[in-house]
């Protein structure tokens, strides 16, 4: 196995790009949590039902798991930057589409070109993040998803203060999404022009996750179901098995999102310490004690501190899979989206497996389930070892560099 650090160049400007490619995973954030506040707005303005309404939202990760594996091609015949400001901006542009929708059909319609550019926008993205972290030389990846998670919450903000207000969707969509895109531009004129190797193939329009990220992916996968259980169900099961009031139940998932967000923020610095296979191992143990509190619950009082144990476990571990990807072959682009795949379908079918359960058995049976995939954290975490420094690939090259192994005239800038 060799030894010898695979020479990256180094980034000109360290701490622009990093600025930089953090502020573009607020942005892509910001669209998210926009739209999320006017779904209510959407839904009376169609007079759709709950069902109506449930296929609609299918839409949005049935685009972005099919068209995930196109921003390879992209990021390799454009190069991250030009991929990333492209997609990032087409994922602005799509904001003003849902609220336009005159049907449900047409709502469908909007909702997968929504999801796909979003799928493909997350993508670049997260590869210009990998790459970024690799030629620093430490974690990154927390923080960045962190600012995801930040730029949700205060777009979901100004979402909130506009339907309080009674504004109309349609043009509060259209004008976020423009202001957005206009904040892009000159964020993504920081980004470095990180390109694939010459030597490189172009990867092709459309395959399935290579097997070398399946079990990246299956960790990914535990994490955002336990994620998307929580989120979606949380309210729900306040209210109906703790007996919560209509406004705690309604809290909750802003809760868990500020505790998402907090421990994303925060998560780089424990994995600098603990290394990435020991933080997950930690955030599976403090996710299953999460998921025992709530399982366990009769009051508000133990439900909620369960959510937020939830939340604080699994937080990294999106991230630290996109990471672990990242440094599969010569395309970070392509494993990235392979893990993405594999990942975000968890968010797809947590719901419906969420509902199906608790419709058969109960609530407290289905976060039974949460609780189980929380602890098999514990036992997966291994396969996220690319993710620590100075891990190697299957040819036993080192794909990144350590603090220590990072010349100081290279980072003098961060």
Same mark, same amino acid.
């Given at each position: =196995? +060799?030894?010898?650090?695979?020479?990256?160049?180094?980034?000109?400007?360290?701490?622009?790009?990093?600025?930089?490619? &953090?502020?573009?995973?607020?942005?892509?954030?910001?669209?998210?949590?926009?739209?999320?506040?006017?779904?209510?707005?959407?839904?009376?303005?169609?007079? !759709?039902?709950?069902?109506?309404?449930?296929?609609?939202?299918? *839409?949005?990760?049935?685009?972005?798991?099919?068209?995930?594996?196109? $921003? @390879?091609?992209?990021?390799?015949?454009?190069?991250?930057?030009?991929?990333?400001?492209?997609?990032?901006?087409?994922?602005?542009? &799509?904001?003003?589409?849902?609220?336009?929708?005159?049907?449900?059909?047409?709502?469908? $319609?909007?909702?997968?070109?929504?999801?796909?550019?979003?799928?493909?926008?997350?993508?670049?993205?997260?590869?210009?993040?990998?790459?970024?972290?690799?030629?620093?030389?430490?974690?990154? =990846?927390?923080?960045?998803?962190? *600012?995801? +998670?930040?730029? @949700?919450?205060?777009?979901?903000?100004?979402?909130?203060?506009?339907?309080?207000?009674?504004?109309?969707?349609? !043009?509060?969509?259209?004008?976020?999404?423009?202001?957005? !895109?206009?904040?892009?531009?000159?964020?993504?004129?920081?980004?470095?022009?990180?390109?694939?190797?010459?030597?490189?193939?172009?990867?092709?329009?459309?395959?399935?996750?290579?097997? +070398?990220?399946? &079990?990246?992916?299956?960790?990914?996968?535990?994490?955002?179901?336990?994620?998307?259980?929580? =989120?979606?169900?949380?309210?729900?099961?306040?209210?109906?098995?703790? @007996?919560?009031?209509?406004?705690?139940?309604?809290?909750?998932?802003? &809760?868990?999102?500020?505790? *998402?967000?907090?421990?994303?923020?925060?998560?780089?610095?424990?994995?600098?310490?603990?290394?990435?296979?020991?933080?997950?191992?930690?955030?599976?143990?403090?996710?299953?004690?999460?998921?025992?509190?709530?399982?366990?619950?009769?009051?508000?009082?133990?439900?909620?501190?369960?959510?937020?144990?939830?939340?604080?476990?699994?937080?990294?571990?999106?991230?630290?899979?996109? #990471?672990?990807?990242?440094?599969?072959?010569?395309?970070?682009?392509?494993?990235?989206? @392979?893990?993405?795949?594999?990942?975000?379908?968890?968010? !797809?079918?947590?719901? #419906?497996?969420?509902?199906?359960?608790?419709? $058969?058995?109960?609530?407290?049976?289905?976060?039974?389930?949460?609780?189980?995939?929380?602890?098999?954290?514990?036992?997966?975490?291994?396969?996220?070892?690319?993710?620590?420094?100075?891990?190697?690939?299957?040819?036993?090259?080192?794909?990144?560099?350590?603090?220590?192994?990072?010349?100081?005239?290279?980072?003098?800038?961060?």
């Amino acid at each position: =196995m +060799s030894t010898t650090a695979q020479p990256l160049e180094p980034l000109t400007a360290p701490r622009r790009a990093r600025a930089s490619i &953090a502020l573009v995973f607020g942005v892509h954030g910001a669209v998210s949590g926009s739209f999320v506040t006017r779904i209510p707005w959407i839904q009376d303005r169609l007079d !759709l039902s709950p069902g109506q309404l449930g296929l609609a939202l299918v *839409m949005p990760a049935i685009g972005s798991s099919l068209a995930m594996p196109l $921003a @390879g091609r992209f990021v390799h015949r454009y190069g991250g930057r030009a991929a990333v400001r492209g997609l990032i901006s087409l994922w602005c542009l &799509a904001l003003a589409l849902p609220a336009l929708a005159p049907s449900l059909p047409v709502l469908c $319609a909007a909702l997968l070109a929504y999801g796909a550019t979003a799928g493909m926008a997350d993508v670049a993205m997260n590869a210009q993040g990998v790459e970024i972290e690799q030629r620093l030389g430490r974690s990154i =990846m927390s923080g960045l998803h962190g *600012m995801w +998670s930040a730029g @949700g919450l205060l777009a979901s903000g100004f979402g909130i203060l506009a339907a309080h207000l009674g504004l109309d969707a349609r !043009l509060q969509l259209a004008v976020t999404a423009l202001v957005l !895109l206009a904040l892009a531009q000159p964020i993504c004129r920081g980004l470095p022009d990180l390109r694939a190797p010459e030597e490189a193939e172009a990867p092709p329009r459309f395959a399935l996750p290579p097997r +070398s990220s399946l &079990a990246i992916g299956l960790v990914g996968f535990c994490a955002v179901f336990a994620e998307g259980a929580s =989120m979606d169900w949380s309210g729900v099961y306040l209210r109906d098995v703790t @007996g919560a009031s209509a406004t705690v139940a309604a809290a909750s998932y802003t &809760a868990f999102s500020l505790t *998402m967000a907090a421990s994303r923020l925060a998560g780089d610095a424990v994995i600098r310490r603990l290394g990435a296979v020991r933080t997950t191992r930690l955030g599976g143990a403090v996710a299953t004690a999460g998921g025992l509190l709530v399982v366990a619950a009769d009051s508000p009082a133990l439900a909620i501190p369960g959510f937020a144990l939830i939340g604080v476990g699994i937080a990294v571990t999106v991230p630290l899979a996109f #990471a672990a990807a990242g440094r599969i072959g010569s395309n970070p682009s392509q494993s990235i989206a @392979g893990v993405a795949t594999v990942t975000y379908t968890s968010g !797809l079918v947590a719901p #419906a497996i969420i509902g199906a359960l608790a419709q $058969a058995t109960s609530l407290t049976v289905s976060f039974g389930l949460v609780t189980a995939l929380a602890f098999a954290l514990l036992l997966s975490a291994g396969a996220l070892r690319r993710a620590e420094p100075n891990s190697t690939d299957a040819a036993g090259n080192v794909t990144a560099m350590s603090p220590e192994s990072t010349s100081n005239k290279d980072l003098s800038a961060i």
